[in-house]
C-alpha cells in the first residue's frame, strides 16, 4: 500500500502563486505514474495534471496549460504541482493520485491510491 499526503495549499489572490507538493510513504513513486486532480463543491472531480513514472511525458488539462506545471523527484518519492497565474475558477481540493503504470493516465478511474486532499482558494 501507498500512502499520499498533500500539502501547500491555503487562500491566494486571483495571480498569485501556490506550490503543491505530495509526499508519498509505504512505497516508492518509482514505476507509478502520478496526477493531481481537482474537486469544487457540486463538481466531478477532474485532472489537473499527470506524469509517466520517470517524467517523459505530462498532461494537463484544458485551461491549465502553460499556467500549471507537474513534476516529480523519484529520488525524493515526492510530485509537486507548481501552479501560477490562479484564477478563482482554480479553487478546489486538491489531490494528489497515483497508479503502478509506465503509461501516462490521466482519467479518475485509472488510479489507484488518493490523498486526502489541500485546498485551494484563490480570491477575486
Known amino acids: 500500500q501507498v500512502q499520499l499526503v498533500e500539502s501547500g495549499g491555503g487562500l491566494v489572490q486571483a495571480g498569485g502563486s501556490l506550490r503543491l507538493s505530495c509526499a508519498a510513504s509505504?512505497?516508492?513513486?518509482?514505476?507509478?505514474?502520478m496526477g493531481w486532480f481537482r474537486q469544487a463543491p457540486g463538481k466531478e472531480r477532474e485532472i489537473v495534471a499527470a506524469i509517466t513514472w520517470n517524467g517523459d511525458r505530462t498532461h494537463y488539462g484544458d485551461f491549465v496549460k502553460g499556467r500549471f506545471t507537474i513534476s516529480r523527484d523519484n529520488a525524493k518519492n515526492t510530485v509537486a504541482l507548481q501552479m501560477n497565474s490562479l484564477k478563482p475558477e482554480d479553487t478546489a481540493v486538491y489531490y494528489c493520485?497515483?497508479?503502478?503504470?509506465?503509461?501516462?493516465?490521466?482519467?479518475?478511474?485509472?488510479?489507484?491510491?488518493w490523498g486526502q486532499g489541500t485546498q485551494v482558494t484563490v480570491s477575486s
Open positions: 509505504g512505497r516508492t513513486l518509482s514505476n507509478y505514474a
Open positions: 493520485a497515483a497508479n503502478r503504470s509506465y503509461l501516462l493516465r490521466v482519467s479518475r478511474s485509472q488510479y489507484d491510491f
